[in-house]
């Protein structure tokens, strides 16, 4: 009976041991372990620790013979602070990057780093410097087309490069605003003002110009339609004018010498009027028998 | 006796039966949940009550899915404020354009989570709203930079969804776990200092479409009278030739119809003619008649080129 008890209460300690000795390391984390302090130690050639745990799952770490560090598994934010870079043009621009970067490798980062607030400051440093050689070897053109991705991944590689034996892998690195200075942008606005004065200049002349040759088209035009509306009249009136003088011809050539005194007497119905003078004399055909009943001879017309 | 040999199964009983009992736990409507088995993910559970998992062995993590998020910049939304009332961040505007103009650009990106696993185990918990905004604050100028400043002020549909696809590029990256809904530009803008020099630009650009309309204007006044005037000359052209071959046509006929007469009887009718035109123009007339002698001694006293005014 008391067996019993005393069995159970054995089991009971074993399974509470055993569950101390038990570490889960879950998604978020990862872990470097040592035996008595030590990463590799072998025993007759065979191995007794397996320092990186980056996979997550359940691990012995028997309190006291084991020592764990756990490290997150995630990917981590650095923000750099306002950096003044030169382009290679020697133009200043304020810049600032982020960069996400995790922790690759457990053991090679608890050796060089061993806390994460040092693998920032490292970070910050080697980054810092990548993005002012990179940029400086670029133009400010470069950053502002699709080349700033190029400069972003070659920032990226370089700084993996010298990151990766401190146990940091490099995800990302891009640059966050890039800026003149403060002191500069009097300058920039100035420049832009003038610039969109040209446009100013430049659209209102186009519009001049536009207008000019629409207004001297349609003159244009305008004068062609009124010389040929010219040329149709005068050649009717012409027509008109012949028409005219070959009816006058085919009727008057009939008889020339009594149109001739036809068209007088007209004339002289038009000719003459109360402004005029006649000195008549009595012989004339039109007084003949004024003074002289028996008509005499014959005479002139009436002259003036 | 019998109840003393039992106790121990009991006692394992009930522990196990308490421990089974706090393995409950209910999934909100808005909800999704991960289940880490051992620190592994195992599973995504959706919403629903009674779901279970092993205490101790299993790890529920719920995050809310449903809502979705936005974040600012260039401005924040003031929290419980009516509509416009918002915070400027004037700081978070300024951008660089590829003609190396400045430019002012407000916007406001909509995401949801997409994946509860990658959102909650990727990022670190603190840091998942930093990454979006720094990502987004990020692509956004890029997206800016590849524009001159004509196509950020005009062509922002195009810019918005650009940036979009590169924010969620960069996201999917980082495995954030986030779908970018949408980026919106809000207020795209030439900064304060020449914002005048931006106006008179529009305004030229109107300038310029004034005055085309106006001379298109001229042209459909001026054309039209041109053309008014022309069938008005030749109207009246037309109208002398019918004339002038009427006149003709009326005084041949008037001349041929007298010939006629004329031709029947020549001596008295040019006799008749000659006198009732003298009849008709003497009356009005003022007339001298001088004996055929006296010409030769008068004419040099009579005023020629001149009316007589002898009174009579």
Redesign the interface.
Known sequence: MSR??TG?LLAAALVVFALFCVT??????QGFRTFWNQAEPTLFGVALNRPNLTE???YIVIPVVHQLSLY?R????F?SSKRSLNTVERTLVDAD??V?WRISDPRRFFEANRREETAVQRIDELTYSEVRETVNKHR??D????E??TVQQEITAASNAKLAPLGIHV??V???????PEEN??R??ER??T???R??????A???Q??????S???G???V??A???R??????G???A???R??A???A??AE??A??RS?QA??KA????????????S???RY?FDMGGGAKSDK?EK | MRGVRFLPLLILAAGLALWAFQGFYDVAPDEQAIVLSLGRYSRTVDPGVFRWHAPGIETVLKQRVTTTLREEFGYRSKPGAQGAEVEEHPEEKVMLTSDENLVDVDFVVQYRIGDPRDYLLNLRPGEREEVLRDAARAVVRAVVAQNTVDQVLTARGLIQDTARLQLQAALDGYGAGVRVENIQLQDVEAPEAVREAFADVASAQQDRERAVLEAQGYTDKVVPEARGRSEEAVNLAHAYHERRILEAQGETEGFRAVLGEYKKAPEVTRQRLYLETLEAILPRMDKVILETGATDKLLPYLPLGRRLEAPR
Request: glycine residues 6%; charged residues 30%; negative net charge.
């Open positions: 019993w008890i159970l889960i390391v879950d998604e978020r984390e997550p799952g359940w997150p995630q990917n981590i934010l923000h990057y982020y996400v400010l053109a950053l502002l087309s699709p700033r991705d995800v990302d891009r640059l966050g605003a890039t800026l003149y942008l009097s920039v606005y832009m003002r610039e969109r004065a446009f100013a200049l430049k659209f209102r186009e519009g001049e536009q207008a000019r040759a629409l207004r088209k349609a003159d035009e305008s004068q339609i009124l040929q509306a010219e149709e009249s005068l050649r009717l009136r027509e008109g004018d028409e005219a003088s009816i006058y085919d009727a008057y009939g008889d009594f149109y005194f036809f007497l002289y119905r003459l009027d109360a402004q005029t003078t006649v000195v008549m004399s009595p012989r055909g039109f007084l004024l009436p």
